[in-house]
């Protein structure tokens, strides 16, 4: 099983305002997968990336998310402009095998 | 648009009996079906999954089965402990595990000591 972090471990900010949330898996991986868990819904898939591309992406991922592998190693998630309901648990999961792993997530809380 | 159905929201069971959670599925093209355990702000642990060329899978007290012509996956952890208090969420995903999780809406099991 994969070592993943996530950071920060608890994000808040004002609406509007641009967030970056960062997941370091420690071994390479060429399929990595971010969803999200609103309080009391279900785990939701944002996005899938495959060797430095997104592969596929839903409804919600739209022009204001962004996700990015800056150097190698670390995955980012970057939301331009936060909403009220962008307020969720965040997470990564890189693909192991057939399993994808989720690293311990961001909780992001937007005012 | 519900692919992944898990009908019971809460379950209890008492310490040391079996408990089993169901799943069920519509998307035909589902092949990989997993479960996940989870705690309250954390991510989701992976328990044990299935590929649809098989029925059963067992891992310890986690055993998986599936019912492909009733699009129906059920998970017995026998026996139970405390430490199996938390929400349990079904996945589905297509290619044999390479594409995106579909999540069911979880069922809270609480161990009941």
């Known amino acids: 099983e994969p070592e993943v972090t996530q950071t920060p471990s608890h994000q808040v900010t004002q609406m509007g305002q641009e967030v970056i949330l960062r997941c370091v898996p420690i071994?390479?991986?060429?399929?990595f997968y971010w969803y999200r868990q609103i309080l009391g819904q279900k785990v939701e898939f944002l996005v899938s990336f495959y060797n430095n591309e997104i592969s596929e992406k839903s409804e919600i991922f739209d022009d204001q998310f962004s996700v990015e592998r800056p150097d190698g190693s670390n995955f980012t998630l970057k939301i331009r402009s936060t909403k009220l309901e962008d307020s969720a648990m965040y997470f990564c999961?890189?693909?192991?095998?057939?399993?994808?792993?989720f690293g311990p997530g961001t909780r992001l809380t937007v005012l | 648009d519900q692919q992944v159905k898990q009908n019971s929201p809460s379950l209890s069971v008492q310490e040391g009996r079996i408990s089993i959670l169901n799943c069920d599925y519509t998307n035909s093209m589902f092949d990989h079906f997993l479960w996940y355990k989870k705690y309250p702000a954390e991510g989701p642990t992976f328990l044990i999954s299935i590929s649809s060329i098989k029925d059963k899978n067992e891992d310890g007290r986690f055993t998986v089965f599936l019912n492909k012509s009733a699009k129906h996956l059920s998970l017995h952890i026998v026996p139970s402990q405390p430490g199996d208090s938390a929400v349990y969420f079904c996945?589905?995903?297509?290619?044999?595990?390479?594409?995106?999780?579909?999540f069911g809406t979880g069922t809270r099991l609480t161990i009941i000591p």
């Open positions: 999961a890189p693909l192991e095998g057939d399993t994808q792993y």
């Open positions: 071994s390479n991986h060429l399929y």
């Open positions: 996945a589905a995903s297509s290619n044999f595990g390479n594409e995106k999780l579909t």
